[in-house]
Each structure stands twice: as C-alpha cells, then as structure tokens.
C-alpha cells in the first residue's frame, strides 16, 4: 500500500543540477560540477512551481551535448530546447552509483539511482509526471512506496525521507537548496491560514461540480465562473474527483480551473503553497501526526472544515488515547476516500 501524502523556486541555469554531475553527497562528501557541463546549462531555468519541478528557458532551438570521464566517474549531458519547454537527460556512472536525472518536456522529471558495489545507498526512484502523482520508490525489489501531489506533501507527510532522501537528491538540481527549511515555512503558513479560512463547503463543491455537467450551457458556465472565485483552496478537492465518475465537460473544465491557479512565478513563497494545501485532509492528518498539544486545536478546526464533522484530537491526548484517536481520523479519510472512487 502506498504511503498516503497529498509551489516555485528558481536558480541560475549554470547551477542546475550541480550535484547531479557528482557524487552523492553521503558518498562522497563533497559534490563538484563538471565545468564542461555547468556551461551547458547555462541558458535554463530550473524550479519548484505548484509542488513540481519545471524547467524553462528564454532562448529556443539551442542543442547541447557533452560528455566526460575520469578514472571513476563517467558523465553524459543533453540539454533540448527546440520544444515549447527544455528537456535534459544526465546520466553518471561511477564505482558506487548510477544515477540519471531526466526532465523532459519541461515538467516530467525522473531521478533513479542505482547502487553499485555496495555503495550508493539504496535504490531510488523519483516519478513525477507532468501530472497526476509524484510516486517514490525505495528499495530494490520496492521496500517503501511513497504517493503525493506535490513536493511538499512528501516533506510534511514523511518527513524522514524527505531528509535522508528527498532533500539530497532533490540537491541534485540545485546545490544548498534549503528544502527542509522552506517545508518547515509552509507548515507555518499553513497554521497561521487557520484562523482566516473559512469553512470548506464540500456539499457546495459537489454541487458545482454536478453543475459543470449541466446540459445547459448557462449552468456549466456559472459553475465554472463560481469555482474558480473560490481560489486554490479548491483545486487540491478537483484533483482528487474519480475521473471515472466525471464527464469529458466536467474534466475539461477542472482541468482549466486548476491550470488557471499554476503559478508562473517561480519564487512561490510558503503562503502560496500553504493556500494549495490549506483544504487537503491528507495534509492536516500528517501534521496531527506530529503537532504539539498546542497546535492540535488547530488541525482539528481545520480538520472539522473539511470534513464537515466533528472529529476528537485532543491537546493534552497521548499514549493509547492520542492513537485511538488518529486511528479514527485515519478511518474517516480512508471512508471517504473509498465513497468518492465508487
């Protein structure tokens, strides 16, 4: 079963993937660029928008390959921007490791890492489509698979892999990216938007989303026009509908609806990204997980918003108690969920 989980940074383009043409930094301390290859990247921008990593690129038609070998390290290097959005394909093999990091199509990332002789840690996989789940494997055959929405759901929901393997491979496209620090930014936004919000009428969603399918072209219109007032406090609610329970209009109209609030900025402050997450259940449960007595208050108001119902987490909770009352909140979820894919 995968771990349950549920937005932009930019860089110059000559540090791109830095530690990426290196060792691993637990392996070898540390990581050095490949001059060659460092200008080769220097027509990109790389960053974090809406949760997913994204490449772009004021210049067009430009083609770059390279390659480099020492006595144990063998590098390779394409950079494609003939597209609408760059593409970049690495490729390191050294006595420890295999590892490619392959962003094509300016959004479809994939880092895997392959030991070798021992070294290297452990297997790894990084999935994240242009869209749809960011899957991470560990393991070799898979000891733990990971799902999310975003980068940030991964660092709140786990936050042991995001600091033994998500962070240092993520260093991989920004050397010294500070990913713990800037999650630990979102969360705080995330409770400080607790007592601005409102409550999260799910029923009302519902609605407009029954709306959008409406044979009458007025009612698909005024849905639409109404969902997208509500924000990106939505959009989390959108992306996780069956699709198998929604119609052609109703998917395109989501669709548009979530793309409208992509950010296209890429310097996405922890406000930003707490407003995605702020109505995402998954998000509040990993945070109740782990909050001290004095936020818990908090995670269960926002909680009870979303959910529309009384839920019990207690502040001065712990031991048996405080898990039998997680365990309950894990049940609701999990119901829900079940009733929203039937």
């Known amino acids: 079963m995968p771990h349950r989980l549920r937005p932009t940074l ?21 990581v050095q660029l490949n001059p060659q290859l460092q200008n080769n990247l220097r027509y990109l921008q790389i960053g974090i928008s809406t949760g997913r990593v994204k490449a772009s690129s004021s210049y067009s038609g430009r083609n770059f390959s390279s ?7 063998q590098e390779s290097l394409r950079v494609d921007m003939n597209g609408t959005a760059p593409s970049i394909d690495y490729q390191l093999t050294s006595k420890t490791q295999r590892l490619s990091v392959e962003l094509s199509g300016g959004a479809h990332l994939k880092i895997r890492r392959s030991p070798v002789g021992g070294g290297g840690g452990r297997a790894f996989l990084l999935d994240q489509p242009a869209e749809g789940k960011i899957v991470v494997t560990l393991g070799e055959p898979v000891e733990k698979r990971y799902e999310a929405d975003s980068i940030w759901q991964l660092f709140i929901a786990e936050p042991e892999l995001a600091q033994t393997e998500l962070e240092p491979l993520l260093r991989l496209l920004r050397p010294g990216w500070p990913l713990i620090t800037q999650a630990k930014a979102v969360e705080e936004a995330l409770y400080k938007q607790v007592d601005a919000l409102g409550k999260f009428d799910r029923d009302t969603w519902a609605k407009l989303v029954d709306q959008l399918g409406s044979a009458q072209y007025v009612e698909r219109e005024d849905a639409d026009r109404k969902l997208r007032e509500l924000g990106r406090s939505v959009v989390p609610y ?17 669709r548009g609806i979530s793309r409208r609030f992509d950010s296209h900025d890429n310097d996405e402050q922890p406000e930003t990204a707490a407003a995605w997450l702020a109505a995402d259940p998954e998000v509040w449960y990993a945070l109740a997980r782990r909050a001290t007595p004095a936020q818990r208050p908090l995670v269960r108001t926002q909680l009870e918003r979303i959910l529309g119902e009384s839920i019990a987490l207690d502040a001065e909770a712990d031991g048996e108690k405080l898990a039998a ?8 979820l999990d119901r829900r969920k079940a009733e929203a894919e039937k």
Do not use: H, Y
């Not at 390659?67 to 390290?73: A, F, G, I, L």
């Not at 959108?238 to 989501?254: T, V």
């Open 325 to 332: 009352q997680l365990k309950t909140i894990r049940d609701l």
């Open 67 to 73: 390659t480099s070998q020492t006595n144990d390290r």
């Open 10 to 30: 930019i860089l110059p383009a000559a540090l791109l993937i830095s530690a990426a043409f290196a060792e691993s930094a637990a392996a070898q301390g540390v």
């Open 238 to 254: 959108l992306k996780n509908l069956n699709p198998q329970r929604l119609d052609a209009e109703q998917m395109f109209r989501i």
